[in-house]
């Protein structure tokens, strides 16, 4: 099994000389069931570290092979040939899963370290001790470990090794129910004093001796061996050999450094190891009833696949707890685990808090890889029983484009649909807001007011003139889409929907535009939305780009350059056609008259998404064209120069004094002046 998409594999069963040949999912319960050559039928849960093998068809009528098939409410049949005719056998899975036995052949020692936390060390088989490998497993975790003669523990942890001989692994169990130790009649040893005494060859090798045995009274027993010797607060001991009623041996668990004494009802035997009579082994492991339970947070019972969008975060959570009237199980580790099938794709924040027994695994994602993909994030109950219902949950996520976010323009002034389509709003300085476009309407061009060239033609009526339709340019140009040829405008088909739409597609319906007033100005306000989302306004570092729609050139664009222009300009090499802005900040000015249609969308890099919208303007109450503006201040200029200029000799000639010049005698020569007083 991999719990992380492929990186990585755990073992689940040994399949030896058998191999599977169908397999079946189930949604419901996160089943998983196999066939195998030999028509073993595993079964298995998603989160769960094992397979149980719950069934063979037996007596069962079906002939082999069969296959597994799992059903939309989760029930699982086997199908095969019965009679020369197909048939299905439902699958009673519980009572399959409670019978299963997973049991090994190996003795075990117990070792109390509390009433409730115990210690099983496996041991090698004490007939033929060559064996070297432990028979436990990572899938034996969360199982239960019964004792016949009554008793039972949870599997928490398995530890391969052992540091003394003999010994294979350790096995960390929780104890549910005390486990029983021996009857004075199984093991009448149990009624003498005991000496543990060391030995030379070995500090983990001692002699069990009893003390207190005399005449026909009974001691060790050779179906002693196998048992373990437990005294509280001295290494238990495994009864090797037997050596004769009064004298065993055995292997302790740990260094015993000194020799012990202890009186009768102070020590206790545990038969791990010996079968009984009829061969039975005396433990057993199998299922526990369910003691787990798994609750997602709302955003996960919501839907189990988000779409997340460059720079968005996602965060989730799950809660997980101990419940039913069964004691407790502390873990060892944690209730819950998680794995990403693809964790590259994502920042991954991840914290584990624990309240009251409730253990909640919080983790939050953001997608700055700026790379396409889909990872798969699953919750899930390592050490819970097969028998429970929900034993994980897996949250599925997309770096995409979501389905259900747009970009849009906002105007100044909000203006509702019915009012666009039958209204008729004003601002609050009662300046209407809506301009009505006259008939196959096209806005100007830069060769003049009346000379349209644009392809889109607005307000489309085929059973009507074209608009400013007088040149030859004008005449080759512009073109019909929703009303191409029809004969009327109630042929076109327009919805309220497309006379509402800002989109050039959709300019032959479009009936009405947003009016401003000679000269235009706007600031643009971008929002994005998203279904089950707060609105955005977009804002730096995002980038947009704007264009004129119908080829006109008399606007003007200012913007503030933000750090994100700032950087992006060290790297690209801007012309007029191909410039960016900020998406805030950013002021369109329209310097002429008639309708501007422009298009806005974000620079590529900010989204997965082509984030594209485009709004209409219609700039009204200009009285004359500006080709002819210029000529006008020219015009004017010249003639009050002129009249400046006439009245100026006007003046001149009723103001001017005529004098006569005297000459002769009266004059007198300035050389001959005295100026001298």
């Not at 207190?212 to 002693?224: A, H, I, K, V």
Request: proline residues 5%; contains cysteine; charged residues 20%.
């Amino acid at each position: 099994m991999s719990p992380d998409g492929g990186n990585s594999f755990e073992e689940l069963h040994n399949l030896h000389d058998d191999f599977v040949t169908d397999v079946a999912f189930g949604f419901v319960g996160g089943i998983v069931a196999m066939t195998t050559q030999k028509s073993l039928l595993l079964y298995g849960k998603a989160g769960v570290d094992r397979l149980l093998p719950i069934w063979t068809p037996g007596n069962d009528s079906l002939d082999v092979p069969v296959v597994p098939f799992i059903d939309h409410m989760g029930h699982l049949f086997v199908s095969g040939m019965a009679n020369e005719s197909v048939t299905r056998t439902l699958i009673d899975v519980n009572t399959l899963i409670k019978a299963v036995d997973t049991s090994v052949h190996h003795p075990l020692v117990i070792q109390y370290f509390t009433e409730n936390i115990v210690l099983l060390h496996e041991h090698s088989p004490i007939s033929n001790g060559s064996s070297t490998e432990s028979v436990f497993r990572n899938t034996h975790i969360g199982q239960l470990l019964s004792l016949r003669k009554g008793g039972g523990a949870i599997i928490q942890d398995v530890i391969f090794g052992h540091r003394i001989d003999g010994y294979l692994s350790t096995v960390h169990v929780y104890v549910l129910r005390p486990y029983h130790y021996e009857s004075e009649w199984d093991s009448p040893a149990q009624l003498q004093d005991i000496a543990i005494v060391t030995t030379n060859q070995s500090k983990y090798d001692v002699y069990l001796k009893l003390s207190s045995l005399s005449g026909n009274t009974s001691g060790w027993l050779p179906s002693d061996v196998g048992k373990t010797v437990a005294i509280p607060g001295v290494p238990s001991v495994l009864i090797t050999h037997y050596a004769n009623r009064s004298v065993a041996i055995g292997r302790a668990v740990m260094a015993v450094k000194q020799d012990f004494y202890y009186k009768s009802g102070y020590w206790y035997m545990y038969n791990f190891g010996t079968p009984d009579s009829q061969g039975q082994f005396p433990w057993n492991i199998t299922e526990d009833t369910c003691k787990h339970a798994m609750t997602p947070d709302t955003e996960l019972q919501l839907t189990s696949v988000h779409v997340l969008d460059l720079r968005e975060k996602l965060t989730f959570s799950v809660t997980a707890n101990m419940q039913g009237n069964a004691p407790v199980v502390p873990p060892l580790g944690s209730l819950l685990y998680y794995a990403f099938s693809n964790p590259y794709l994502f920042q991954i924040d991840v914290s584990l808090t624990t309240h009251h027994g409730y253990e909640t695994l919080s983790i939050g994602v953001e997608d700055k890889t700026i790379e396409k993909g889909v990872s798969a994030v699953t919750f899930y109950l390592r050490s819970a029983s097969m028998l429970c219902p929900v034993t994980s949950y897996t949250l599925t996520l997309h770096c995409a484009c979501p389905m259900n976010k747009w970009l849009e323009f906002q105007y100044p002034n909000f203006i509702s649909n019915e009012d666009y389509l039958h209204g008729d709003p004003f601002d609050k300085n009662g300046r209407k807001l809506l301009y009505d476009l006259p008939p196959n309407y096209r806005p100007p061009s830069k060769f003049g007011l009346a000379i349209p060239v644009t392809s889109n033609m607005y307000n489309a009526d085929p059973s009507r003139p074209r608009f400013q339709d007088n040149f030859k340019i004008s005449k080759e140009s512009g073109r019909l889409k929703q009303c191409l040829g029809k004969t009327s405008r109630q042929e076109c088909g327009c919805t309220d929907t497309m006379k509402l739409s800002p989109l050039a597609e959709y300019s032959d319906c479009k009936e009405r535009v947003y009016r401003v007033l000679h000269p235009g100005t706007l600031v643009l306000n971008l929002t994005l939305w998203e279904v089950g989302h707060p609105e955005h306004v977009l804002k730096d570092p995002y980038i947009i780009a704007l264009k004129e729609l119908n080829e006109r050139m008399d606007y003007e664009i200012t913007s503030t350059k933000t750090p994100s222009i700032a950087a992006i300009e060290q790297h690209v090499v801007f012309d007029h056609e191909h410039k960016f802005y900020s998406a805030e900040g950013t002021i369109l000015t329209m310097t002429g008259s008639g309708l501007y249609h422009f298009r806005v969308h974000v620079l590529e890099g900010f989204s997965y998404c082509d984030l594209t919208d485009e709004f209409q303007v219609f700039v009204d109450e200009h009285s004359i064209a500006y080709v002819f503006q210029y000529m006008l201040n020219f015009g004017v200029g010249v003639m009050m120069g002129t009249i400046l200029f006439i009245v100026y000799l006007w003046y001149l000639k009723e103001h001017h004094t005529h004098r006569i010049r005297k000459v002769g005698s009266q004059c007198q020569d300035l050389h001959n002046l005295d100026f001298k007083k």
